[in-house]
């Protein structure tokens, strides 16, 4: 089975701190994948990746910044966290080529406090 | 987001009884991926169509992508307290097969025993 693991399911930062949010997929996939969910306004793109050390930006990138240094890891940096960065962080892979679909790991609620 | 409409946004039926929920783009939908998230969870793959006209089930759930490749159905028969959650749709707007998804808002499914 694909596996993407998120680091924490649960994480309280106050603001201003420097947030890392880890994810791991462990199916060689190329492409990585960093959404956040808020009600109302659903599944929203942060940033993703096709390759190791490639990068693009999403729909709401202002904020964040990623790593990609290794292929099973994709790491999401919330360079100076803000209240209004509270939210679900989900994370995804996807083999790149045809299409297919993206796995998800289970997510971690930040709370910016 | 607005890309993408999904309807209803909150459903609540009898156990037993059958339900659609429709998702709909103004725009040429490369791939459609339907996904289930439980309540504070990750998102689980459903189902995905690619091609106009088609059409796939999994147990009691069918998803249709119609002719134009510009809407989808999910259908679910006979539902059960199982199939509560939230159902998401997920679209490749990309002919490159980018897999950069984007989702609708979500349609929250209660099943009443």
């Known amino acids: 089975d694909v596996k993407v693991t998120q680091s924490s399911r649960y994480l309280v930062k106050r603001t201003g701190e420097k947030v890392f949010l880890e994810c791991v997929q462990d199916?060689?996939?190329?492409?990585m994948f960093w959404y956040r969910q808020d009600p109302g306004l659903g599944l929203r793109l942060i940033y993703f990746?096709?390759?190791?050390?490639?990068?693009e930006k999403g729909d709401i990138p202002e904020g964040y910044s990623v790593s990609r240094e290794k292929k099973e890891r994709f790491s999401l940096i919330l360079e100076s966290a803000s209240t209004n960065q509270t939210s679900m962080y989900l994370c995804?892979?996807?083999?790149?080529?045809?299409?297919?679909?993206?796995?998800f790991g289970q997510g971690t609620r930040l709370t910016v406090v | 987001s607005q890309e993408l409409e999904q309807s209803p946004q909150s459903l609540i039926v009898q156990e037993g009884k059958n339900l659609t929920i429709n998702c709909t783009s103004s725009?040429?939908?490369?791939?459609l991926y339907w996904y289930k998230q439980k309540y504070g969870e990750g998102l689980i793959f459903l189902m995905m169509?690619?091609?106009?006209?088609e059409e796939k089930s999994h147990e009691k759930i069918t998803a249709k992508l119609d002719e134009k490749k510009q809407q989808s159905s999910l259908h679910i028969t006979a539902s059960q307290p199982s199939h509560a959650g939230i159902y998401l749709c997920?679209?490749?707007?990309?002919?490159?097969?980018?897999?950069?998804?984007?989702f609708g808002q979500g349609t929250r499914l209660t099943i009443n025993p």
């Open positions: 990746s096709y390759d190791v050390k490639m990068k």
């Open positions: 199916m060689d996939h190329e492409n």
């Open positions: 169509l690619q091609k106009g006209g």
């Open positions: 997920g679209a490749d707007f990309s002919s490159q097969g980018a897999q950069k998804l984007v």
């Open positions: 725009k040429t939908l490369y791939g």
């Open positions: 995804a892979s996807s083999f790149g080529g045809d299409r297919s679909e993206a796995f």
